[in-house]
């Protein structure tokens, strides 16, 4: 797995897209990709995963549980986030608890990810 | 020797800069100081500095409560060589501005806070600091939260130029700047 990071629009997506030269239809947008899908790709992307992680918190999921044991069976995924914790404390609970949550996920993840890059003004920096 | 280590929330910023604290120590019999900042006062505070105390436990460090007025923690400290974690600047910054019902203007506030941090400095083997990167959320905010967000600024560019180190913790990894 690969983990790459960034500021919203720092162009991401199309940095990975033509990295290793994978067209849009790769791209999961918001959500996990598919086990059987993952089973015959040799790799797909998984863009904004920030807002799947918010989306499954919103009903009630565990994105850590769900994320983590996709990867146990398939690790051939691109994971692209955006990095949201680098602000003022929000004043919802809500927006609290999703923030942490996404930064301390990308943590684990980039504990087991091969790369870690992160985009700024679409140029990535290798970080892992 | 001093390191300023900053991140977002939830980047993983604390527990590296534990890790660097305790290898600093390691060279010899030097104490190991954490100077928590926190002023809690609802359940998610109480929270918040459970997860840190679990955190921190068994690495040994002596815990020193110092919401505000930072370099009285010297008082508290044991003469000799002595490593101390600063966490955190966001929360130092907002207790010497917004404290008994007034807000005291940004560069009394910045002067304050740098003050306290440089005696540290002076008389302290090895310092960490702290602090967190509160610029890049796009929000505006109202004129008080930007005088916050503007002091932790000024201040962090202080500390930077104190420091012998700047290091940045992203998702968990440290990046020299």
Redesign the interface.
Same mark, same amino acid.
């Given at each position: 797995m690969k983990l790459v990071i960034g500021g919203n629009a720092q162009g991401k997506l199309n940095y990975v897209l033509s990295k290793y030269h994978l067209q849009e239809e790769m791209v999961w947008d918001g959500v996990l990709p598919d086990h059987t899908v993952l089973q015959q790709r040799e790799t797909m992307i998984m863009n904004h995963f920030h807002l799947w992680i918010r989306n499954c918190i919103s009903n009630g999921g565990c994105p850590e549980d769900e994320i983590l044991s996709l990867l146990d069976c398939h690790d051939n995924l691109i994971i692209i986030s955006d990095e949201i914790g680098n602000g003022i404390v929000p004043l919802e609970p809500f927006e609290r608890e999703y923030r942490e949550r996404v930064g301390r996920i990308l943590v684990r993840l980039a504990e087991r990810a091969e790369e870690v890059e992160r985009v700024i003004c679409g140029i990535a920096q290798k970080i892992k | 020797m001093m390191i300023l280590v900053i +991140?977002?929330?939830?980047? +993983?910023k604390s527990s590296y800069a534990e890790g660097l604290a305790v290898s600093l120590a390691e060279s010899g019999n030097i104490k190991k100081y954490y100077l928590a900042t926190m002023q809690v006062c609802d359940a %998610?505070g109480r929270q918040k500095v459970e997860r840190h105390r679990k955190l921190r436990s068994g690495k040994g460090f002596f815990t020193i409560e110092q919401p505000t007025e930072i370099h009285h923690s010297l008082e508290k400290m044991e003469q000799g060589e002595r490593v101390v974690l600063l966490e955190c600047i966001s929360n130092l910054t907002a207790n010497e501005m917004f404290s008994e019902g007034e807000t005291k203007p940004e560069m009394q506030v910045v002067e304050n806070v740098i003050r306290g941090i440089e005696s540290l400095k002076r008389q302290v083997t090895h310092f960490i600091v702290v602090s967190n990167? !509160?610029? %890049?959320? +796009?929000?505006i905010?109202d004129a008080t939260?930007r005088e916050y967000?503007h002091a932790i600024g000024k201040i962090n560019q202080r500390l930077a130029a104190l420091a012998d180190q700047v290091v940045e913790v992203? !998702? +968990?990894?440290p990046?020299v700047i």
């Open positions: - | +991140g977002g929330s939830g980047s +993983g %998610e990167n !509160v610029f %890049e959320d +796009g929000v905010y939260t967000i992203v !998702v +968990g990894i990046v």
